[in-house]
């Protein structure tokens, strides 16, 4: 009888759910027609604005989580939206459809100006309509119920170790998958509380974006799942228990937490890997985490202030002088960003001069960006090289002191070196007695799993992945752990449930990669074409970047900040304030 009862349950619950997303589309409805007014009053938009407008208001009224009487933060939220929209719309999306190219001078700006003032007053109105409408809504049928929870015991306990894009994904796709069943527990543990978004990261350190808008919080994105930030220090695979590191200054315990698991996901990623040289380590920065970029755009920013009071040439070229070792998409993105942030602030410092300037670009083969086609590592170099950077082909990196770079032919003095030329995965991996390939990366077979260990999957970067159709190596980026995550979930329910597992197989969607302000490299995979890519660089395959990555980016919230970053960087300057003091 119980399981009837929550059978029942579970199927009121979705009842109420499609009523919930049914009230939240009418009110999206109503809040947009009604804010679209603004539209065709003011901008003169007529028929299609009001056709825009309700559609951006059903978009806003799903993506909103209801607070009562919070018309304030919807003020502002819709308001901050309506600032890309008018990027988005009047700036870029109108001229290209009357046949023109979006113009970004000062004057056509200032000609664009009235429409800003168009969408930011229909943001807010959407934004305060959109708040009565559910406190109405509210009001008359009450508030949006959550999900029954039933008292069920837990039978079997997921553990997933880590918080990128693999543990992430994993999670998230398991959650939808037994949102009825709450007999399996789900438990993810990472060393942060957020997910890093790291395309995006090398504009944290150009100063395009705020470092906060890149990075997901896991409690929000993850309802069923228990988190647990803490730092793995070891896996008794024998109990099935997974140890954290003690932390004294948190809890005062004498031993650390024991999380015991039925099924554990690896998906630790990567750490830099310096090749065994002790001294990059010890004076170059590094670049895989949030941390990483605010203290990289904090010491650029330190550079040009003690250049500034330096009279001595040689001294003041040294310090101007940005090194970064790797030409695979981190360090070509980063090289790009940094240049256009270094150029971009010279302005702030008039004892300074562009030929004062060098960033360098070190790396060990004979083009950048292996990972795409050689007409586009090409042109991504050409371009480069225009706006200011060098480049060092054929050349390693063989050790570092303070102020100088050896090469393996001559060397850089410089007081910045950023590290981005290897990774190995997460060094928890090496006290396990698993078995490994010579990355270190825990091998798997097709169906994501261990060999010879019932219950013990890996993927991402700490994975040795192969395709299962083609046997080729999967190559550790975002899209391939993302879709192993899908697989890897599929995989686990069905182990427990006895069906066939899935083989693991995806084909790349090709890739993207931006080499500075509005210059991008693009190449996209077309399904049943002869041409298996097609490529595009320049301005469309910067607008495709973002537009794709911004798509990516996980929360409604998340897109708006970031769109509004990229909307406000069009009229100010880069932001030259330290967040660090590192005096």
Not at 333 to 361: K, M, T, W
Not at 506 to 534: I, N, Y
């Amino acid at each position: 009888m119980p399981v009837i009862n929550e059978h029942w349950s579970y199927m009121i619950w979705e009842i109420v759910l499609m009523n919930r997303i049914f009230r939240r589309i009418l009110i999206g409805i109503l809040s947009g027609a009604l804010a679209a007014t603004t539209l065709t009053a003011t901008l003169h938009y007529g028929a299609w604005g009001l056709v825009l407008g309700v559609c951006v208001g059903i978009a806003y009224s799903a993506g909103l989580r209801p607070t009562h009487r919070a018309y304030v933060d919807n003020l502002t939220a819709g308001g901050s939206l309506g600032v890309p929209l008018w990027g988005l719309v009047s700036v870029i999306a109108i001229p290209l459809f009357s046949g023109q190219m979006p113009a970004w001078s000062a004057e056509q700006m200032r000609q664009h100006f009235p429409a800003l003032v168009g969408w930011v007053v229909y943001g807010a109105s959407l934004g305060v309509i959109s708040q009565a409408l559910h406190d109405g809504a509210e009001h008359l049928f009450g508030p949006e119920p959550a999900p029954p929870v039933a008292s069920v015991s837990v039978s079997k306990r997921i553990v997933i170790l880590g918080g990128g894009f693999a543990g992430m994904r994993t999670a998230e796709c398991l959650e939808e998958k037994l949102r009825t069943d709450s007999s399996i527990s789900l438990t993810l543990i990472n060393e942060t509380n957020a997910l890093l978004f790291t395309p995006m990261l090398a504009e944290v350190a150009g100063s395009s974006l705020e470092p906060s808008h890149i990075s997901t919080p896991l409690r929000s994105t993850l309802r069923r799942t228990e988190f647990i930030r803490g730092v793995v220090e070891n896996v008794d695979l024998e109990k099935r228990l997974v140890i954290l590191r003690h932390d004294p200054a948190v809890d005062g315990a004498s031993a650390g937490r024991q999380v015991p698991y039925d099924h554990l996901v690896f998906a630790l990623g990567s750490i830099s890997n310096y090749l065994g040289m002790a001294n990059l380590e010890k004076f170059a920065f590094n670049f895989k985490s949030l941390l990483d970029a605010i203290r990289l755009r904090n010491h650029v920013i330190e550079m040009f202030e003690r250049a500034d009071l330096e009279s001595d040439f040689a001294r003041r070229s040294s310090l101007l002088t940005f090194v970064v070792a790797g030409g695979g998409f981190a360090g070509v993105e980063l090289a790009g960003a940094l240049n256009d942030f270094a150029h971009g602030i010279l302005a702030d410092y008039p004892r300074l001069h562009p030929q004062d300037l060098s960033i360098v670009l070190v790396h060990s083969r004979d083009r950048v960006l292996p990972e795409l086609s050689e007409s586009l590592g090409r042109y991504a170099q050409e371009k480069m090289q225009l706006r200011g950077v060098s480049f060092r082909l054929n050349t390693r990196i063989v050790d570092a002191h303070p102020g100088v770079v050896l090469l393996s032919e001559g060397k850089i003095h410089t007081e910045t070196l950023v590290w981005t030329a290897g990774t190995a995965p997460s060094p928890l991996l090496k006290s396990l007695r698993l078995e490994k390939d010579k990355r270190g990366a825990l091998l798997v077979d097709d169906a994501l799993a261990v060999p010879g260990r019932p219950g013990l999957w890996a993927i991402g970067d700490c994975a040795a992945v192969n395709d299962a159709t083609t046997g080729h190596a999967c190559p550790p980026t975002a899209q391939f752990a993302i879709r192993e995550a899908e697989v890897l979930a599929n995989n686990i329910l069905a182990q427990m449930q006895g069906r066939p597992v899935r083989a693991f197989h995806f084909d790349s969607l090709g890739a993207l990669c931006v080499v500075g302000h509005q210059t991008a490299c693009a190449e996209l995979r077309v399904p049943f074409a002869r041409a298996k890519f097609l490529r595009f660089s320049g301005l469309f395959a910067w607008l495709l970047w973002r537009g794709i990555y911004l798509a990516k980016l996980p929360g409604l919230e998340r897109k708006i900040r970031v769109l509004v970053d990229w909307t406000i960087e069009l009229f100010f300057p880069r932001d030259i304030v330290q967040t660090i003091d590192l005096r």
